[in-house]
């Protein structure tokens, strides 16, 4: 199941890269996968979701 966050889609293997998610609410969310580098997370809700093989690399 996807849907949609501050406009960017959120589903597995997601290309979220350098997207702006601060204060998102990802309570549950299937982020497998995702490249998810660079993002910012400040703030997000992310109870319960499953970040399995997510890039959570830091840029700076």
């Given at each position: 199941?996807?849907?949609t ?5 959120i589903?597995p293997g ?5 997207a702006?998610l ?7 969310a299937?982020?497998?996968?995702s490249?998810?580098?660079g993002?910012?997370?400040?703030g997000a809700?992310?109870?319960n979701a499953d970040?399995?093989?997510?890039d959570l690399t830091?840029?700076?």
């Open positions: 199941m996807s849907s966050v501050n406009g960017y889609q589903e997601a290309n979220l890269y350098n702006d601060s204060g998102a609410d990802l309570t549950n299937d982020l497998t996968n490249d998810l580098s993002a910012n997370l400040s809700d992310l109870t970040l399995d093989g997510a830091v840029l700076t």
